[in-house]
């Protein structure tokens, strides 16, 4: 149950494998650790479960021997409270203390607008515009791609009747809905569109449904795509619009997200638009890029410019000689 609440459709496979990778793991003796009993996993077994699995046939593999303690140390301890008369009574949880391997964690790359709007462009022309739809909205609302192929996304949050002038986006991991402001009346009667580049997109998607993105199954008939299918319509549209490598829709979503740092939003402002609830989670998508590099550098330099032109140390703060060590000195009145 926790397993199916917790963690989403497209992450489950990659789960699953890392689970299997430990229960195909050999002992001496030859036997499947999967098929032992639960109890008879040490905390030295742990250890040398997770050595043997940093090793790989292709060299090694940090990463996932490190996934693997960690996905252990949940599961070990969420079965614990069901039947905890199958683990061991001195030590239960094995996986508590393994000592995991310094490694450098890579960071998710992350597209720009540019990129983002050359495929979008390009997926219309080539008659994908639920490509470009998800895309966009992954971009420029912060939705998790999951979700937006999943149809968390409807027409009718989309300048409804009764807020004619939001989107609203739901996020499914989080259970918050963020509604964006689309346009703003200004006094003198103009009004500023915020997203006019996204709204164009998604003039071109059809209305096949409540939801907006969907994929037409038969005339008449509609249904979500598969995770799979849209991840294989992106890399191929990729390709042909000799886009970057590393444009993925979670790239789209990571480079919404450094866009909100570019733009010098405060922490409460980002956490705003992206509904993350805490400040940890919320950083972890923004990439150091030369933009905010540039940014920062400028403001560390009017810093320093600030301090060489104040008054120096010599003049700050002295006081007259009048009153210096001692009580002012009377003025004399002649009689």
Not at 222 to 250: C, E, G, S, Y
Not at 307 to 314: C, T
Not at 319 to 324: F, I, K, L, T
Request: hydrophobic fraction near 35%.
């Amino acid at each position: 149950m926790a397993y199916t609440k917790k963690v989403a459709v497209r992450s489950r496979r990659d789960y699953e494998w890392a689970m299997t990778l430990l229960c195909d793991a050999l002992t001496k003796s030859g036997d499947r650790v999967g098929s032992r009993p639960i109890r008879t996993i040490t905390p030295r077994g742990a250890d040398k479960l997770y050595q043997k699995i940093v090793i790989g046939p292709n060299g090694r593999r940090d990463r996932t021997a490190e996934k693997v303690v960690k996905l252990c140390r949940k599961a070990w301890r969420v079965v614990h409270r069901l039947f905890p008369d199958e683990f061991a009574k001195d030590v239960p949880n094995p996986w508590l203390g393994v000592t995991l391997e310094n490694r450098v964690k890579k960071a998710k790359p992350a597209v720009t607008r540019d990129d983002v709007y050359d495929f979008a462009h390009g997926c219309i022309a080539a008659g994908e515009p639920e490509v470009a739809a998800v895309a966009v909205i992954c971009f420029e609302w912060l939705q998790r791609p999951e979700n937006v192929i999943a149809s968390y996304i409807k027409w009718s949050d989309y300048r409804a009747p009764s807020a004619p002038t939001i989107i609203r986006v739901a996020h499914h991991k989080t259970g918050t809905v963020a509604p964006h402001p689309l346009e703003e009346a200004l006094p003198d009667g103009t009004t500023i569109k915020f997203y006019a580049d996204a709204e164009e997109v998604l003039a071109a998607v059809p209305r096949r449904g409540v939801s907006m993105i969907l994929r037409e199954v038969s005339k008449g008939v509609a249904k979500p795509f598969a995770f799979p299918t849209m991840q294989h319509k992106v890399q191929r549209m990729r390709k042909k619009l000799d886009l970057p490598a590393h444009f993925t829709l979670d790239a789209c979503r990571h480079g919404g997200m450094t866009e909100l740092e570019e733009a010098e939003l405060t922490d409460g402002q980002g956490r705003a638009l992206s509904t993350h609830r805490t400040q940890q989670s919320y950083e972890g998508y923004a990439k150091r890029t030369a933009k905010r590099m540039l940014s920062a550098t400028r403001k560390r330099h009017a810093h320093r410019l600030a301090e060489q032109n104040e008054p120096g140390d010599s003049v700050r703060n002295e006081a007259p000689e009048s009153v210096r060590n001692g009580t002012p000195e009377q003025k004399k009145i002649s009689t």
